[in-house]
């Protein structure tokens, strides 16, 4: 999944890393270090010992690994291994309700992985009386029930409900061990089981192929795991930061050209007030052609309602006063055609004004849908929060979560940019309506208010936004191949 945007796909990172790691690519072998084989027959002699003294149980012995259950070829001086070959591996178990508190009585209690974190698990505000179930630091904790696979470390201890299996592997860095499980969570999702809840149990954490390096590879490969990630939280960081950062120019760039405040007023402009007339004279010609229909008056607008001041050649207006919203053109199913241009909500990107796929109309369409035309802009009115606004590349349909709103005698991209501002979905977010749906009517729509300069001006706006628009790209390219091309 990609954390930001700026497409730096850490989290993809971080699994080429435990890739690399995990067939010995990611650091060096030494032909000095003692082979994995030999830390098999130390490992081998420790668990009998610990048998001996009755410290942990004599199991059976697990089946060899097959050449087809190795996922990949790892160096000469590794192993392949099962993981309770080399570890002992201890399922969780629910304590009576009885014996469950918050008042720190007992040993700290964890039913599943509530409280993991990134790597260290976090505290637990419960605990219990019952200790025949506690870790300690030795242990790596994992979740076996919904989710499943989730791994992280101890430094301390507690006591494991049955979501939770702790496992402590001989001899082994636990870090190492820690980094590879942490990999292959997938293997575990595979082979969980359950309909409601899916879980994993002991015979096939057991069972888990593991590729054992020599004992000072395996320390050596840790601390470049660690190494590695910090390096990426510090890139992750930075990123977030820089799109943040991006986020609030383009905000403060459209607060900027709605104030009049981006470009220079020219005093040989035609105001906005004579556009208003002209706009009114258009809207009658309309209604006379039967274009759109006529409709009510909309109140004036109050001192009280304009958010800030404008230019005194700019007009303030109530959307529905100079644009066609409301006068939507609806196709029936039957009469949209094969081939056709389809835009749906979903095919949106949100706050972008992209277009992130183009659909084509192929088949039965199930419902009515709005004509559109080219270079009008589509609003989203179902979840308007989600700033879904394009200006129409072509001409086509649309489902009818999308409003089709053309300008009278306004330029459409100035329309686009206002529908993208925040001050005007301060406003939308005044009159939405719908809990589980949340949604905008074409009539609260039209109430909306927006600054009109003259038409001149609007073409500079424009051209001065997209111009700015284009260096905020353009700036973020630069920084994503630099993101890309950072080596530790």
């Not at 097959?66 to 591996?89: A, C, M, N, Q």
């Not at 595979?190 to 994993?200: E, L, N």
Request: glycine share 6%; with cysteine.
């Amino acid at each position: 999944m990609k954390t930001n945007t700026l497409d730096f796909d850490a989290q993809a990172l971080r699994e080429k890393i435990l890739d690399l790691a995990m067939r010995g690519k990611l650091v060096p072998q030494d032909p000095n270090d003692e082979p994995a084989s030999v830390l098999l027959e130390k490992i081998k002699a420790e668990k009998e010992q610990l048998i001996k003294e009755k410290k942990i149980k004599k199991s059976k012995p697990l089946a060899p690994i097959t050449d087809e259950e190795k996922p990949f070829d790892i160096p000469d001086s590794w192993e392949w291994v099962r993981l309770g070959d080399v570890s002992e591996i201890v399922m969780g178990q629910s304590p009576k309700g009885s014996t469950v508190n918050q008042n720190n009585e007992g040993i700290e209690f964890h039913q599943g992985k509530t409280e993991f974190t990134e790597k260290i698990i976090g505290k637990s505000e419960k605990y219990t009386t019952t200790l025949n179930k506690v870790i300690d630091s030795d242990y790596i904790v994992m979740a076996v029930r919904a989710p499943v696979g989730d791994v992280n470390l101890l430094d301390r201890k507690i006591a494991i409900g049955r979501g939770l299996a702790g496992i402590d592997s001989y001899l082994n860095d636990k870090e190492y061990i820690y980094y590879y499980l942490n990999g292959i969570k997938d293997y575990y999702d595979q082979r969980a089981t359950g309909s409601t809840f899916k879980a994993i149990n002991g015979a096939i954490i057991k069972d888990t192929p593991v590729p054992l390096p020599p004992l000072l590879e395996q320390s050596r490969i840790a601390a470049k795991i660690a190494q590695l990630f910090a390096l990426l939280r510090k890139v992750e960081s930075s990123t977030q930061q820089y799109a943040k950062l991006q986020t609030l120019l383009k905000s403060k760039v459209l607060d900027l050209a709605m104030r009049g405040k981006l470009v220079e007023q020219d005093p040989h402009d035609e105001p906005a007030s004579v556009l208003l007339e002209k706009i009114k004279a258009e809207k009658e010609q309309f209604v006379k052609e039967g274009k759109i229909k006529k409709s009510k008056p909309l109140p004036p607008i109050a001192d009280e309602e304009k958010p800030f001041d404008i230019p005194d050649s700019w007009e303030w207006v109530r959307l529905g006063n100079v644009t066609t919203v409301g006068n939507f053109h609806s196709m029936n199913p039957q009469d949209i055609q094969d081939g056709e241009n389809l835009i749906e909500l979903a095919d949106i990107e949100s706050s972008t004004g992209k277009l992130i796929k183009q659909e084509t109309v192929n088949g039965t369409v199930g419902s009515s849908k709005y004509r559109y035309f080219k270079g009008n802009v589509l609003f989203a009115k179902l979840r308007p929060y989600l700033k879904k606004v394009l200006l129409a590349p072509n001409t086509g349909v649309c489902t009818t979560e999308l409003l089709p709103i053309d300008g009278i005698n306004i330029d459409n991209h100035f329309l686009y940019y206002s529908f993208l501002s925040d001050f005007f979905f301060r406003q939308i977010e005044k009159e939405m309506h719908g809990v589980n749906l949340p949604r905008v009517s074409p009539k609260k729509l039209s109430e909306i208010i927006i600054p009109i300069p003259p038409v001149l001006e609007q073409e500079r706006i424009c051209n001065e936004i997209s111009h700015l628009l284009f260096l905020l790209h353009k700036s973020k390219k630069i920084n994503k191949r630099y993101f890309t091309n950072t080596k530790s």
